[in-house]
């Protein structure tokens, strides 16, 4: 017996504002840096606001790639709270990933940024959403990144 093969359903937008990246340097884990998040939106499937008060952990690999561990909650208007987990990896060209650490506009189509999504929530009503597989295709900006997730089928 063959295993289905998974397709993918868009599942919800997401707009984070990011606050000033920390540079922490070399660290016994590798080149440390985080950045700040101040806040956004997730809209579509699950409306919410991203709140203040997480950061994306990065490590910046020796090969320029830099390794995603992001981490933030999001609250409902009806006040169910979420934490949202994406890991991944942004990497491209040096050129490319020193102009996105600028701020300038690059196209999504010149680096690859994916992540992987964990969503918790204590809401029995968005209970669905901790059944689910998520992956996003994200694109960054001087002081945003947006993705859009997709539930794995």
């Known amino acids: 017996m063959n295993p289905p093969v998974p397709g993918l359903e868009p599942a919800f937008d997401v707009a984070v504002r990011l606050g000033p990246l920390e540079d922490h340097g070399m660290t016994r884990a590798g080149h440390r840096r985080i950045v700040p998040i101040a806040g956004g939106r997730v809209t579509g499937g699950v409306d919410a606001e991203i709140l203040p008060g997480g950061a994306d952990w990065q490590l910046v690999r020796a ?71 998520f992956v996003a295709s994200c694109v960054r900006s001087a002081d945003t990144v947006a993705y859009r997730a997709y539930r794995v089928t």
Not at 65 to 78: H, K, M, N
Not at 79 to 90: E, I, P, Y
């Open 63 to 133: 090969d320029g790639a830099i390794e995603i561990d992001g981490r933030y909650s999001a609250r409902t208007a009806d006040g169910d709270l979420l934490f949202l987990h994406a890991t991944g990896v942004r990497s491209g060209r040096p050129e490319v990933l020193e102009a996105l650490l600028r701020g300038d506009a690059v196209p999504p189509e010149e680096y690859y940024f994916r992540t992987t999504l964990r969503i918790e929530t204590s809401s029995a009503r968005l209970a669905h959403l901790e059944h689910a597989v």
